[in-house]
């Protein structure tokens, strides 16, 4: 996901989205573990879109402050 798209999304949504994509990370993780994993890249990706969606958060939320 790119930063542009998170940008425009609201915050509810951003929030939801990193509810979901945790979520996927975990099934990732675990699959990982097992041996099931058909990329292991996706664990990266994944840590990384979460990772924007939380900075975009934390930049609205200094922006009201």
């Known amino acids: 996901m790119k930063i542009e798209d998170i940008r425009e999304m609201e915050a509810t949504a951003i929030r939801s ?36 969606m939380k900075t975009v958060l934390q930049e609205r939320e200094l922006k009201i402050r």
């Open 17 to 52: 989205s990193i509810g979901s994509a945790e979520t996927n990370l975990m099934a990732l993780r675990m699959k990982n573990t097992i041996g099931n994993n058909e990329n292991p890249l996706e664990i990266r990706a994944q840590r990384r879109d979460i990772a924007r």
